[in-house]
Structures are given as C-alpha cells and as structure tokens.
C-alpha cells in the first residue's frame, strides 16, 4: 500500500468572470514510504496546489487522494489537521520562520501542537534537532540574524521536529544560491533517508530534482514522469521536457491544445 | 490538555513578543481595574469611618439601652435598679454591658471650682463605643475597688488644670463640700475644636463618692444600661430586658431602645455603585482599545497564523489561541491594576482623607480585587472574540503565500 495516492485529482477553481480554471488536471501520482519524488514545472503549473494537496492544505476538487490506504474524503476537518501536523512536514521557499522568535523557539512550535511527552519536552527535542542540522550553537539566535542557508536549516529542522511520513518542500532552495542549495538539499536528503520519511520536492532546479528517486514534470495541470537520470533534456525555458516522457498507467491524456506553450530549444 | 496548556503558552509568548503594544492596549485596563479596586476599598474605609463615627455616638451594632425613670415618690429606690441590671444580665448572658449615667459634677480647677460634664459608665463602654485613650489608659475592672476614683479626661479637662499631659500623675479635687482627691489615669482625643471639660469616672466610684443634687427623685433620670448584643437576637431581646426590669422595679417607667439601621448601609451601597459604574466605563473603553489593537495585530499575523495551521494547528485552537492572547493580557494588566490599587491605598491615608482614624481599619477588599480581576478578564475575552473570528477565517493556503 502506497503511502499518498492520488488518483485522477483534479484542482479547480471559478475565476471572477465565471469561467473555471483547472488547476490540475487528471493527476496520478503515488509515494511510498522513504520515496524521494521530485516534480518539475514553470510558475504557474499547478506545483504549488499539487503540494497543497498531498499536505492537506487543499483539497482535489474531483478524483480521490487516499492517505495510507483511507480516503481523505472521509476523514474530517479536525481529522485531516491533526494527520497533517503529524504526518507532513514543510519546508517552503520563503522558509516561513515566525519572526520574533529564535531558532529553537521556531523549531519547537509544531511541538505545541503535539499530543503528551513531545509538548512538554518540545524545547528539548527541538534543540536536539537544530542539533542534528549544524545549528547546535545557534538555538537563541532570531531568524533574521541567520544566513539565507542557515533559515532554511532551521526550517528543515522545524519540518521534520514532529517525526513526519512525508516532507514537502516547495522550491526548498529557490532563495539560496546553487552551492548552499546542494548543501541544504543534501542535508534534507540525508535527513529524510535517516528517519524514512518520503520526501516530495517541487523545484525549478533541476540538479535540486535528479537528487530524487522519480521525477515528474508538471505542465498546463498535468503530471507527467521524467527521467533525469537518463535521457537529455530539452527545455521550454528553465523546465526540462523529455523526448521519452511516458504516461503513468492509467493517467488521463492531457488535452493540451493549441494554446500550449510552443518547445523551443534554449 | 495539552491543547490548552499550549494555547495558554502561545498566547503568553505573543504577549512576550510584543510587550510595547500589549502594554499601550492595557494601560486603559489597568487603570480600571485599579479604579474599581481602589475606589471599592476606599469606599469600605468611608463606610467603616463613618460607621465607627456612629458607634462612637451609638454604640456598636446592636446596642440596646434600658433607660428607667422613676414615675413617683412611691417608686421603688434607685439602688434596686442596680440589682434588676445584674440580674437581667445574668440571665441572659450578657457578656458586653456597661451603665451609662450623663451628669455634671463640681471639680475643683486652679481658677476655682466648676460643674462639669461627666459620664459615669462601666469598663465595658470603651469597646462597645470606640473610646480610644490616647494618653493614659482606660479603666480597669480593679478600677472600681480603688480607694479614691479615676478620671478620664479629655484634652481641654487637661487644659483646664494646665497640664499638656499625664507625666506628672495629675490628680483633681472632686466634689463641693466633701470633696475627694481623684486621679487622672488617661486622656480621650479631642474629637472635636471648642470642646468643653469633660470628665468619665466609673459609675460605682461615682455613686460612692458623690451624688449629685436634685439627680434622684420623680423624673429624674437613672443610668442608662446598654448592652452590645448579636444583631439575630436583639428585638427578642429588647422585649425580654424591658419586662424583666419593668417587673421588678414597681413605679418606674421602663424603655428599651437599639440603634439598629443607623443609615450607612445606604451610603455603602450608593457609593460602591457609584465606583463600579465609572470603574465600568473605563474598562469598557480599555476593552475598546484592546479590540482594536488586537484586530490590527491579527491582520499582521495572517501568515504566521497560515503556517501554525500546517503545523497542525486546528481553526479552534486558533480562535482559542487569539482569544488567550486577549484574556492573558487582560488579566495580567488586571493584576497590574490590583497591585496599584493596593500600593495606593496602603500608602495613602485615605482614611485620614475621610475624616478621621479609623479603628478598626478594614482589610484590603480581596473581593472587589477578584470582582475587578474578573471584569477584566472578561473584557478580554470578549474584546478577543473578533479578532479570533477574523483569524479563523483566515485561509491556509492564502495565508502562507500573504
């Protein structure tokens, strides 16, 4: 059994003229446990909401999305919360740090939302996680007072505080520049591999998403599998397209019309 | 519980976090809460004034008095009145009684000899009408076998013998053509300027060692008894005491009063009204002045609030977070207030202000404190209601991307 399965999720929305946009658009997807995906796409494809969805921020508008085997369709408001304070991590672009507060305190937050030993020992468990992601000797520092790299640690270290399933990182080194990205990434691989939680990464970079195990590419609302690791790239702007792009089974065909985005070669 | 340990400690480390804004939106609700608490304890330091300013007139409450006058010659004697007070005391144990006998009798002054105002009473009448001796002391129950009587005076008493005080152990000569040598063992506080000589000696000395003129007979009144007795039992009392004395004093004409509903209680209960009303309205405002800070600070906090809930913070636990924040605050500004409120009353004389010492100086008001702590914190909760409303509706998603 998978852990997230999403099958044929489709994302919409009705725009203020009436009109309904899909966001995504007959979407396959399955991560197993201590899986690492990555999935590539332009701005605006869909990345984002696809993120939303998997962490249970969102919700498919028609298809199903079952979280280890139960649809979360049947799971309620309050249900889906507490999974995915428990289940999910987050790790976003902008990092997200709550400002006022220091390092140690940022880590420790998801804890206040934790049931028994790990609330009362939240302070304690977060130190060991900044700890374990180089920050040991930064714990009373504020967010601002750290480096681009630093914040994202701290975030990191937020992210997996709880013992998370899955990690989702939104661009997770789209503030960064590339060296402290391959740091950061490396950190937040080793990491995931280390607790075994399966981490799902959205990015531009493509160095950042061949660190994955599988690769899909996000276009007009599709999700497509890429392979990185094998076939050359050709790019419509900074998003690779693969000549050997294969369908999931089962996946519904896009129906990209004519006012797709012509490929180019860069 | 955990739940709600953590939205207590949230809404703690927001208040910690912006102490500057917390404490501009409190000051208005301090300060209220130091009006209710303060204006409350004041006002109980009037009441206890004036109802020891009462007392000191009245007596404490209940007090009855027995008062007797002979109706004709046929009359039995006085000296049976005496007898019919002890009995009637002994019978229903009455442990708080002291004659009270209003006369004047002649002491002889350096200028010469003069009438003057003098009580003849029992030790008892100290406590059951707040004598004070503010130099001296009072009498005591050995007091009445002394060979020659005590005298308690007050300041113009003293004056009139041209003495500032009792360093000299002054003594005067009481009576006109036997007179006695009598000593002045304390001095009363003047209670009032222009006050005339005037004397308290005990009521059996008195009697042993002077009778005045034309104060027996037909008419003439008799010690007054008053008795210091549990409010529940007074009117059954009262009735009882006038039978009993009327009975066994044939020829005399026997009447019981009290003091019950000497009037401040109507003083106390206007007045507190009168402080929790401004008290109320200044609360009400401090609450007015918490909405809209809270308000602007939610709005600044959309997405902290965004990331809190994909931290697995759920809608309730946002509202109850927002509206702890607003409690927390009022009730910590609440205790601010009590603390002022206390350091104004215990370091003003607000007594003195009211005219007077107060005896019995009254506690400081823990229920006006608590009825303040609770208005305040009442306010917070209702002063967080909308601004936990707007953070609730706050979309996730939306909120991470503000």
């Given at each position: 059994?998978?852990?997230?399965?999403?099958?044929?999720?489709?994302?919409?929305?009705?725009?203020?003229?009436?009109?309904?946009?899909?966001?995504?658009?007959?979407?396959?997807?399955?991560?197993?446990?201590?899986?690492?995906?990555?999935?590539?796409?332009?701005?605006?494809?869909?990345?984002?909401?696809?993120?939303?969805?998997?962490g249970?921020?969102?919700?498919?508008t028609?298809?199903?999305?079952?979280?280890?085997?139960?649809?979360?369709?049947?799971?309620?408001?309050?249900?889906?919360?507490?999974?995915?304070?428990?289940?999910?991590?987050?790790?976003?672009?902008?990092?997200?740090?709550?400002?006022?507060?220091?390092?140690?305190?940022?880590?420790?937050?998801?804890?206040?939302?934790?049931?028994?030993?790990?609330?009362?020992?939240?302070?304690?468990?977060?130190?060991?996680?900044?700890?374990?992601?180089?920050?040991g000797?930064?714990?009373?520092?504020?967010p601002?007072?750290?480096?681009?790299?630093?914040?994202?640690?701290?975030?990191?270290?937020?992210?997996?505080?709880?013992?998370?399933?899955?990690?989702?990182?939104?661009?997770?080194?789209?503030?960064?520049?590339?060296?402290?990205?391959?740091?950061?990434?490396?950190?937040?691989?080793?990491i995931?591999?280390?607790?075994g939680?399966?981490?799902?990464?959205?990015?531009?970079?493509?160095?950042?998403?061949?660190?994955?195990?599988?690769h899909?590419?996000?276009?007009?609302?599709?999700?497509?599998?890429?392979?990185?690791?094998?076939?050359?790239?050709?790019?419509?702007?900074?998003?690779?397209?693969?000549?050997?792009?294969?369908?999931?089974?089962?996946?519904?065909?896009?129906?990209?019309?004519?006012?797709?985005?012509?490929?180019?070669?860069? | 519980?955990?739940?709600?340990?953590?939205?207590?400690?949230?809404?703690?480390?927001?208040?910690?976090?912006?102490?500057?804004?917390?404490?501009?939106?409190?000051?208005?609700?301090?300060?209220?809460?130091?009006?209710?608490?303060?204006?409350?304890?004041?006002?109980?330091?009037?009441?206890?004034?004036?109802?020891?300013?009462?007392?000191?007139?009245?007596?404490?409450?209940v007090?009855?008095?027995?008062?007797?006058?002979?109706?004709?010659?046929?009359?039995?004697?006085?000296?049976?009145?005496?007898a019919?007070?002890?009995?009637?005391?002994?019978?229903?144990?009455?442990?708080?009684?002291?004659?009270?006998?209003?006369?004047?009798?002649?002491?002889?002054?350096?200028?010469?000899?003069?009438?003057?105002?003098?009580?003849a009473v029992?030790?008892?009448?100290?406590?059951?009408?707040?004598?004070?001796?503010?130099?001296g002391r009072?009498?005591a129950?050995?007091?009445?076998?002394?060979?020659?009587?005590?005298?308690?005076?007050?300041?113009?008493?003293?004056?009139?013998?041209?003495?500032?005080?009792?360093?000299?152990?002054?003594?005067?000569?009481?009576?006109?053509?036997?007179?006695?040598?009598?000593?002045?063992?304390?001095?009363?506080?003047?209670?009032?300027?222009?006050?005339?000589?005037?004397?308290?000696?005990l009521?059996?000395?008195?009697?042993?060692?002077?009778?005045?003129?034309?104060?027996?007979?037909?008419?003439?009144p008799?010690?007054?008894?008053?008795?210091?007795?549990?409010?529940?039992?007074a009117g059954?009392?009262?009735d009882?005491?006038?039978?009993?004395?009327?009975?066994?004093?044939?020829?005399?004409?026997?009447?019981?009063?009290?003091?019950?509903?000497?009037?401040?209680?109507?003083?106390?209960g206007?007045?507190?009204?009168?402080?929790?009303?401004?008290?109320?309205?200044?609360?009400?405002?401090?609450?007015?002045?918490?909405?809209?800070?809270?308000?602007?600070?939610?709005?600044?906090?959309?997405?902290?609030?965004?990331?809190?809930?994909?931290?697995?913070?759920?809608?309730?636990?946002?509202?109850?977070?927002?509206?702890?924040?607003?409690?927390?605050?009022?009730?910590?500004?609440?205790?601010?207030?009590?603390?002022?409120?206390?350091?104004?009353?215990?370091?003003?004389?607000?007594?003195?202000?009211?005219?007077?010492?107060?005896?019995?100086?009254?506690?400081?008001?823990?229920?006006?404190?608590?009825?303040?702590?609770?208005?305040?914190?009442?306010?917070?909760?209702?002063a967080?209601?909308?601004?936990?409303?707007?953070?609730?509706?706050?979309?996730?998603?939306?909120?991470?991307?503000?």
């Amino acid at each position: 059994m998978s852990l997230l399965e999403l099958t044929e999720v489709t994302r919409s929305v009705r725009l203020p003229d009436d009109r309904l946009l899909e966001i995504l658009r007959g979407v396959t997807l399955t991560v197993g446990a201590g899986e690492h995906v990555a999935v590539v796409g332009r701005s605006g494809t869909g990345k984002s909401t696809l993120l939303n969805i998997l962490g249970l921020l969102d919700a498919p508008t028609a298809g199903e999305y079952r979280l280890e085997g139960v649809p979360i369709g049947r799971l309620s408001g309050r249900e889906r919360t507490r999974r995915r304070g428990r289940d999910f991590g987050f790790v976003f672009q902008q990092f997200n740090l709550l400002p006022g507060r220091t390092a140690l305190e940022n880590v420790a937050a998801p804890l206040m939302y934790a049931p028994g030993r790990q609330f009362w020992r939240r302070r304690a468990i977060a130190a060991q996680m900044l700890d374990r992601v180089g920050l040991g000797d930064r714990l009373d520092t504020m967010p601002e007072k750290l480096s681009g790299g630093e914040q994202q640690r701290v975030a990191i270290a937020r992210a997996l505080v709880r013992g998370p399933r899955v990690i989702l990182a939104d661009e997770p080194t789209g503030a960064l520049d590339v060296e402290t990205g391959q740091e950061v990434m490396a950190l937040l691989d080793e990491i995931a591999s280390i607790t075994g939680a399966a981490l799902v990464t959205i990015t531009h970079d493509l160095a950042v998403a061949a660190r994955a195990q599988r690769h899909y590419r996000l276009a007009e609302g599709v999700l497509v599998p890429v392979d990185l690791h094998g076939a050359a790239h050709e790019w419509v702007g900074d998003v690779p397209t693969l000549p050997g792009t294969r369908r999931l089974p089962g996946a519904a065909v896009p129906e990209i019309g004519p006012s797709a985005p012509a490929q180019v070669q860069p | 519980m955990t739940g709600v340990v953590g939205a207590i400690v949230e809404a703690w480390d927001e208040l910690r976090l912006h102490k500057l804004r917390v404490l501009l939106a409190l000051v208005g609700v301090a300060v209220a809460v130091a009006a209710i608490t303060a204006v409350t304890a004041a006002v109980q330091m009037l009441t206890q004034g004036y109802a020891e300013t009462l007392e000191r007139d009245s007596g404490r409450q209940v007090t009855l008095g027995v008062d007797a006058w002979p109706q004709s010659e046929q009359a039995a004697a006085p000296t049976e009145l005496d007898a019919a007070y002890a009995r009637a005391l002994e019978r229903y144990d009455i442990t708080w009684a002291s004659r009270d006998w209003y006369t004047q009798v002649p002491f002889r002054f350096p200028d010469g000899t003069r009438r003057v105002d003098v009580r003849a009473v029992d030790p008892d009448l100290a406590v059951m009408q707040r004598i004070s001796v503010e130099d001296g002391r009072w009498f005591a129950d050995a007091d009445a076998d002394a060979f020659a009587p005590v005298l308690v005076v007050n300041p113009a008493f003293l004056a009139a013998l041209g003495l500032d005080d009792l360093a000299g152990h002054p003594t005067v000569l009481l009576g006109d053509d036997h007179p006695v040598r009598a000593a002045i063992v304390g001095v009363t506080p003047q209670r009032w300027q222009g006050e005339t000589p005037q004397a308290m000696v005990l009521y059996e000395q008195l009697v042993r060692w002077y009778v005045p003129a034309g104060t027996t007979g037909p008419g003439q009144p008799a010690p007054t008894l008053k008795v210091w007795v549990p409010p529940e039992v007074a009117g059954d009392l009262s009735d009882r005491l006038e039978r009993d004395v009327a009975a066994v004093l044939p020829g005399w004409q026997v009447s019981v009063w009290d003091n019950r509903g000497s009037g401040y209680s109507a003083l106390d209960g206007a007045a507190r009204w009168v402080a929790l009303g401004v008290g109320g309205i200044a609360l009400l405002l401090g609450g007015l002045g918490l909405v809209n800070i809270a308000l602007v600070t939610v709005r600044h906090r959309i997405r902290e609030i965004g990331i809190r809930r994909s931290f697995g913070a759920t809608s309730g636990r946002i509202f109850f977070g927002v509206l702890m924040e607003s409690v927390v605050a009022t009730l910590v500004a609440g205790l601010v207030g009590i603390v002022l409120a206390v350091a104004v009353i215990k370091n003003v004389p607000v007594d003195v202000l009211f005219g007077g010492g107060i005896q019995d100086r009254p506690p400081f008001p823990v229920s006006a404190a608590l009825v303040g702590l609770a208005c305040a914190t009442g306010v917070g909760a209702l002063a967080g209601l909308i601004p936990a409303t707007v953070a609730v509706r706050v979309k996730v998603i939306d909120a991470i991307r503000y």
